[in-house]
């Protein structure tokens, strides 16, 4: 298994502004994703981290309201720009293990007012 | 790309029976396929998953069933109880050139009643 760490677990942010996760794993993975799940609802792919290289955004999602970071294997960042309460939504970090295992880290619970 | 159906949205079962989850997939060339357990205020926790070239697959009280012809999977619990109650989502993986990411059913809203 893995053991995902994410900072902050939540906050809450004024419009315009932006807001930086981290994501830290405890063991080598494959790939890091960066997932959304608004109040309510299921998650939804926002982009596969690449490490050293930009990363690969899911459709409806783009570079500069989310850029990500993946500067090693085991750590990405994701931030949230020019945040409107649309974005208020729990961010959640997920790695693919060699064994293709995929897992979840405990989400980062953002408002936007 | 991939489409996950999951039903029902919400399920209530006794304390004591079984509970039994449903998901559909669209593509052919998917290969992973993971359950997840969401309690309010976590995120998902990985509760039993299982590939394409497996049929079923058990872990105590929890099973999953793969039937790649039919293109559908399930997710069964025997002797429920209360801390089975969460949200479960069902999710799979395209094998195929593009997304590595997973896509979800929208979730089952299971309620274990005392």
């Known amino acids: 298994s893995a053991v995902i760490s994410q900072k902050p677990s939540r906050d809450i942010c004024q419009r315009g502004t932006s807001l930086t996760i981290q994501c830290q794993v405890d063991s080598q993975v494959t790939m890091m994703f960066w997932y959304r799940q608004q109040p309510g609802q299921s998650l939804t792919l926002i982009a596969t981290?690449?490490?050293?290289?930009?990363?690969?955004?899911e459709s409806g999602f783009v570079i500069d309201k989310f850029p990500i970071s993946r500067p090693n294997l085991t750590f990405s960042t994701l931030t949230v720009s020019n945040m409107s309460p649309e974005d208020s939504s729990i961010y959640l970090c997920s790695v693919r293990l060699p064994t293709d295992t995929q897992y979840f880290g405990p989400g980062t619970r953002l408002t936007v007012l | 790309g991939e489409n996950v159906e999951q039903h029902p949205s919400t399920l209530s079962v006794q304390e004591g029976d079984s509970a039994v989850i449903k998901c559909t997939y669209s593509?052919?060339?998917?290969?992973?396929f993971p359950w997840y357990k969401q309690e309010l205020g976590k995120g998902p926790q990985l509760i039993i998953d299982i590939r394409s070239n497996v049929g079923e697959k058990k872990d105590q009280r929890i099973a999953v069933t793969l039937n790649k012809t039919a293109k559908h999977f399930s997710l069964h619990i025997t002797e429920t109880q209360p801390e089975d109650s969460a949200v479960y989502f069902c999710?799979?993986?395209?094998?195929?050139?593009?997304?590595?990411?997973?896509?979800f059913g929208k979730g089952t809203h299971l309620i274990i009643q005392p």
């Open positions: 999710a799979a993986r395209s094998g195929g050139g593009g997304a590595d990411g997973l896509t």
């Open positions: 981290a690449n490490q050293g290289s930009e990363a690969t955004y």
């Open positions: 593509d052919s060339a998917s290969n992973y």
